[in-house]
């Protein structure tokens, strides 16, 4: 049985408890707030491994709670799965970029909402080959301990934008589509094309070198996004 801690913040009751039984079922420890102030508190209290958020709450919204988990060592790793009824593709773009991992929107199966929990979950628990390093350029990717560097500096990379850049680096030079990004790094081919956008732009700010935002990771146009570093001595030979 899976055994991870989900906490669920809803502040629509029926919704909460539809979504915590599906949960037990599955052997998920299940902890629900109504909202925000209770959730975050719960958060900081018990720590755990995956918060399904609802943006639209009572007290403190979605994306307040987002922004002081992510802000303190403590929670900055807890995985958050985003519910959202809004139609404002700004509104899901302000979750992630805050570190939100996913979204699901409203109305939902419970099924789908299963499989990207499973995803993210299984991504966060999964480990690299025992001590392989990729290195690329000044770009060095520890797979055992999920950790990169650029420089010898060490990248603050969130776990889905670590998982995003791995994958992009164990096909570097390949040209990887962003239905093949959401299959590998989310687990799922239900997502929105969006939330790879989005991640990739906050992962090609923490990799920018020299000011350069693509200095790594390319857009194909029409196509996807590749991993190459090319030395800039070539570049102005």
């Known amino acids: 049985m899976p055994g991870e801690r989900i906490l669920i913040i809803e502040d629509e009751e029926a919704i909460a408890e539809l979504i915590a039984e599906s949960l ?12 925000g102030d209770q959730g975050l508190d719960l958060a ?6 995956l918060l399904i958020l609802d943006l639209m709450l009572p007290k403190l919204d979605g ?3 987002c922004r002081r988990l992510k802000a303190e060592r403590n929670t900055r790793d807890i995985l958050i799965l985003m519910l959202t009824a809004r139609r404002d593709e700004r509104d899901v773009i302000e979750g992630l970029e805050l570190g939100a ?7 939902f199966s419970l099924s789908e909402l299963s499989a990207r929990i499973k995803a993210l979950l299984r991504r966060s628990r ?4 025992l001590g392989a390093v990729l290195d690329i350029g000044p770009l060095k990717i520890d797979m055992e301990a999920q950790e990169a560097t650029l420089n010898g500096n060490a990248l603050d990379l969130s ?5 995003l850049l791995e994958v992009l680096a164990r096909n570097e030079g390949r040209t990887l589509s962003r239905d093949e990004l959401l299959a590998k790094v989310w687990g799922t081919t239900l997502g929105d094309s969006r939330t790879v956008d989005v991640h990739i732009w906050r992962l090609r700010h923490k990799l920018a070198d020299d000011g350069d935002v693509e200095r790594f990771i390319q ?14 001595e070539r570049e102005n030979a």
């Open 24 to 35: 037990k079922r599955q052997g998920y420890q299940v902890l629900i707030a109504y909202d």
């Open 44 to 49: 900081f209290e018990t720590l755990p491994d």
């Open 63 to 65: 994306w307040e709670i």
């Open 101 to 107: 991992d996913d979204y699901v929107s409203k109305p």
């Open 126 to 129: 999964r480990r690299g080959v």
């Open 159 to 163: 776990p889905t934008e670590y998982k």
């Open 219 to 232: 857009t194909v146009r029409g196509r996807g996004y590749r991993l190459r570093f090319e030395r800039k």
